[in-house]
């Protein structure tokens, strides 16, 4: 047998130390971080020389993947290697890593010493001072041994030789890059004598009373100062407390002491239960407002520092988001306790994922295999003994996406024995024998309002009315995965939190996900997995986060904000009526400022007293008395914090609404001569050439969008894109048949088709003068032929303008791109935006920058007129230096380049963009059927003198 036949063993490891609670301690702590010689072998034997005086350095934590060696690969769901368990490639990259240090001065010589690794991918062993110690498979977990006795002062060597591919790579098919090598902290622990090794908080909540009992392997003393609390370790005490949640994250700072050592203990009382079919926390119900976390960097992979930790859980709490799902592995532990500090639900889930059994029909999945059982039942331990003391974990997740098998029922009875504190979540399974909570992944909107009434039939394998059927039908419902945010999207996120507040048996979501896992390529731009010369792979589909690789937030994340804030404000009837979507705290922590806007431009401002409005109340104050206006006038009231917190400062919005005091009236029209207008037409096309002195071309019919992401459905499943691009959509041809002029119109009849097709759409297009300086534009649209069941991307007119305008107003929803299902964020106003800036850089280019229910549109460039476009009453634009069939042809945003013109389309109606990537089809409401449409615009021309003349503004 080799001496590397551990790779390939059903084992998880060996020589290490029983997995124990994380903690942070006043013992001597030595971290290995840093600079660490490397070398990089093509197979599993490693490095054959062993002076590694040569070698080159790495730091360490790290993936070498993203230091220059060999290559990131990404995959969705199939294995990168042969499907042949336990076996691996012969062909498997081995790092072998040195770390020559001394101990420093002061550390006690005779005290027993751990050695720490917190995350090494996939496989490691490690020998310290010539001393083989073992190996540890579970990329994601923590392993330790014990180096007593093995250190000198000066001049240890520690080695590690990392796998890139071993057995434990078949239990790790999460939906991410793989990365192998040392990428969480390596660190020297000294553990005093008769220290506590490993210690259990239990600390419940009930009626304003905290229970506290501090278990632990050794004796010692626990206090909580801010409490009086001293009691030895095993005793329980009962004090008045403010207990702990996400929106409250009340913690109690003390000490843990025994044998010399001080370990900090933050406490949160709470108490986790499930009553009635739902999921209370503290006696009441809590709705999570999730995300699905994966640990990525563009640069550095999931070897995260805490300050990038932090950020994510700043922008989280800043866009209301209360809740992580770990998907699919634990987090880094620095990540837990700032959950615990800040306030974040998480739900902790085990590093298991087999999906890519699927190719073997699930033949030989390592659930249901005996051989594999010790090792999936060391993931579940590790797990639980790590993370078992954090208030934030609130639920224990077995794993995701690895079918059904005995070996969950083995686990979930383990963790139910350890901590039945938790309950358990595991959603393949759909007996849910093992899992506490009804869970699938990206329902419809219909089979989730179904789920909600407890209505859903039974999932396949279940028997109807069968006891699996009556459980599963009486648990709480967990929506693990939904909302598919890759590319421009998700769409209906307000319909889908509508109906998760409907019904008492949610008790939340998890949109996915937080962040793309785009890695920075050489040119500085993002590699998708695409991008890699390897099969299988995963192409974009890395790409579908919440916020882009550099964590700029996305518009669906700003969407997603709008669709859970936690007050909601609705401005009707003479009211303000508040409805407070908190689930734990009243509104005290939030001030009401209110803002009268006359189209678009703030004419009074004030603030409202705040009622007070327990969790999930529902209240109103009286609206300040505002008079009509000129124009549109819209009261909006602002929830802003009152003061400072830990995550955002005074001020910060947390909830806005709007209503419409009163309605602008309807402009005068002005009639007049064409001849005297300020259009001008070419009279053998009745194209429009010129309006006053702007060069125009068009405008010509467009219904063509770059397709989005969830354009393209998954799978060959709800495929849009191709739809449209078999009819043709994509290559209309224009044709005028004829131009007439009738009284003071313009009447251009034509026909739009693609080639091939015998289909197209019939468009008249009437001109007639509306004063001195604006011609209004009315169209109509009939289909002929057999459309089938094709739908629209768009429907509107495109129009080419002088390169020269730079800069866009407008009134109506803003600031934001928005669409027919993804508006909610965009609030309605007078906005400003360079035209440069109003394209969102999708790392995919596809559609974007759409704005919706726009009153009115002005383009200014330096030494050109405005030029004005109002609607009647209102139309949809984007704006932007390149076509749509440009934006179509790029595959990297560095492909787009800025034309000669400006194009400007002016849309009737856009398709919504929904989340079919990797979930159900585009709702019909939000689709654009092919039928007969009409629709009417005013173009306007003004000069700097009377820009007030274009549109009224």
């Known amino acids: 047998m080799s001496d590397f036949a551990y790779v390939e063993s059903y084992a998880p490891g060996e020589g290490r130390r029983r997995p124990r609670a994380d903690f942070l301690s006043d013992a001597p702590r030595l971290s290995l971080n840093g600079d660490w010689r490397f070398r990089l072998s093509p197979t599993a034997a490693g490095a054959s020389d062993m002076d590694d005086s040569g070698w080159d350095r790495l730091r360490v934590p790290s993936h070498w993947v993203l230091e220059g060696y060999d290559r990131p690969l990404y995959t969705n769901t199939a294995y990168p290697f042969p499907l042949d368990p336990p076996r691996v490639p012969a062909e498997n990259p081995t790092g072998d890593y040195r770390r020559h240090f001394d101990l420093p001065a002061g550390w006690p010589p005779d005290a027993r010493a751990v050695l720490r690794f917190q995350g090494v991918d996939s496989c490691a062993r490690v020998w310290l001072n010539g001393t083989s110690l073992g190996h540890s498979k579970g990329s994601r977990l923590p392993f330790e041994f014990d180096v007593t006795g093995l250190l000198r002062p000066a001049g240890n060597l520690l080695a590690v030789r990392v796998h890139r591919w071993s057995s434990g790579s ?7 890059w793989w990365l192998p090598g040392i990428f969480r902290d390596v660190e020297l622990l000294a553990r005093p004598d008769g220290c506590v090794d490993d210690f259990y908080v239990h600390a419940s909540y009930l009626d304003g009373q905290g229970t506290l009992r501090v278990d632990a392997d050794r004796p010692g003393t626990v206090e909580l100062p801010e409490l009086g609390v001293r009691v030895p370790t095993g005793v329980e005490v009962t004090v008045p407390v403010e207990p702990w949640s996400a929106e409250s994250p009340r913690l109690y700072r003390g000490t843990l002491t025994a044998g010399g050592e001080r370990i900090a203990l933050a406490v949160g009382f709470r108490t986790v239960s499930i009553v009635d079919g739902r999921l209370l926390v503290n006696g009441v119900p809590v709705l999570f407002r999730g995300v699905n976390r994966h640990e990525h960097d563009p640069d550095r992979g999931r070897a995260l520092d805490r300050e990038t930790m932090l950020r994510d859980v700043v922008l989280m709490k800043r866009h209301h988001i209360n809740a992580v799902r770990a998907s699919h592995y634990p987090p880094h532990p620095e990540f837990l306790r700032l959950c615990d500090e800040y306030g974040l639900w998480v739900v902790d889930e085990c590093d298991i994922e087999t999906h890519g059994f699927i190719y073997a029909d699930w033949r030989g999945n390592p659930p249901d295999e005996p051989a594999w059982r010790d090792a999936l039942a060391d993931r579940i331990e590790r797990m639980v003994e790590r993370d078992k003391n954090h208030p934030s974990v609130v639920v224990w ?21 350890r901590d039945p504190s938790r309950p358990i979540h595991y959603e393949r399974d759909r007996t849910y024998r093992h899992s506490d ?10 089979d989730l309002d179904a789920i909600g009434r407890r209505e859903e039939p039974a ?12 459980r599963r039908r009486g648990l709480p419902f967990l929506l693990c995965e939904y909302a598919h945010a890759m590319g421009n999207g998700p769409g209906s996120l307000v319909d889908y939190q509508r109906i998760l507040e409907a019904h008492e048996r949610f008790c939340g979501a998890f949109v996915w996900e937080w962040i793309d896992h785009g ?18 792979s995963g192409g974009r589909f890395c790409l579908d986060g919440l916020l882009f690789a550099d964590r700029t937030p996305s518009p669906g ?40 806007e006359d189209g678009g431009v703030p004419v009074e401002s004030g603030s409202l007293a705040v009622p007070h409005l327990p969790a999930r109340g529902l209240g109103s104050v009286a609206m300040p008395v505002v008079p009509a206006g000129r124009s549109e006038r819209w009261l909006t009231v602002r929830a802003v914090l009152a003061t400072d917190t830990a995550w955002a400062p005074a001020g910060h919005e947390v909830a806005w609404g709007q209503g419409l005091i009163s309605a602008a009236a309807p402009a005068p029209a002005r009639r007049g001569s064409l001849d005297r207008g300020p259009a001008r037409f070419d009279p053998r096309t009745g194209e429009l050439v010129r309006l006053g002195d702007l060069t125009v071309a068009g405008p010509m019919l467009d219904v063509w969008r770059a397709p989005v992401e969830n354009d393209l459905g998954q799978g060959g499943r709800n495929n849009l894109a191709q739809a449209w691009r078999t009819v043709g959509l994509d290559r209309m041809l224009h044709r005028v048949d004829e131009v007439c002029v009738a009284d003071d119109r313009l009447v251009v ?35 002929e032929g057999d459309w089938a069941d094709v739908t629209l991307p768009r429907l509107g007119v495109r129009l080419a303008l002088p390169a020269g305008l730079a800069r866009a107003t407008w009134f109506g929803r803003g600031p934001g791109e928005s669409y027919v299902d993804s508006q909610a964020a965009a609030r309605v106003g007078r906005f400003a935006a360079d035209i440069d800036a109003m394209q969102t850089p999708y790392p995919w280019p596809q559609e974007n920058g759409n704005h919706v229910r726009t009153r009115w549109l002005e383009l200014t460039g330096p030494d050109l007129p405005t030029l004005g476009v109002r609607g009647d009453p209102w139309f949809d634009f984007t704006v932007r230096r390149w076509t749509s069939e440009a934006l179509d042809r790029a595959t990297k945003p560095s492909d787009l380049h800025a034309s000669d013109r400006v194009w400007l389309n002016v849309d009737h109606a856009q398709q919504g963009i929904g989340s079919a990537s990797c979930g ?34």
Not at 459 to 470: K, N, R
Not at 519 to 536: E, K, Q, S, V, Y
Not at 929 to 951: D, G, I, K, M, N
Request: with cysteine; aromatic share 8%; hydrophobic share 35%.
């Open 170 to 176: 078949y239990l790790e098919d999460q939906d991410m």
């Open 920 to 953: 159900p089809a585009l709702p019909d409401r939000y689709r654009l059927p092919v039928a007969p449409y009409s629709f009417t615009t005013v173009l306007s021309v003004c000069y700097s003198s009377e820009r007030h003349r274009c549109t009224g503004s």
């Open 557 to 596: 994340l700003a969407e997603y904000a709008k669709a859970i804030e936690p007050v909601e404000i609705t401005v009707a009837g003479g009211r303000v009526a508040l409805r407070n979507r908190y689930d734990v705290v009243d509104l005290s922590h939030l001030r009401l400022e209110w803002t009268v």
């Open 437 to 446: 909570f009804a869970s699938v992944m990206y329902p419809s909107l219909d």
């Open 459 to 470: 999932p396949e394998g279940v028997e109807p009315g069968s006891p699996d059927d009556e």
């Open 519 to 536: 890695l920075r390529a050489p040119d500085g731009g993002l590699w998708h997995g695409g991008d890699i010369d390897h099969r299988p």
């Open 397 to 417: 997740s077995l794993g995701n996406e690895s079918g059904a098998g005995a070996a969950f029922g083995e686990a979930s009875r383990w963790i139910r024995a």
């Open 749 to 783: 009849r034509g026909r739009s088709a693609p080639a091939g097709r015998a289909l197209g759409l019939r468009t008249e297009l009437v001109w007639e003068p509306a004063g001195d300086h604006a011609v209004r534009l009315a169209v109509t649209v009939e289909p």
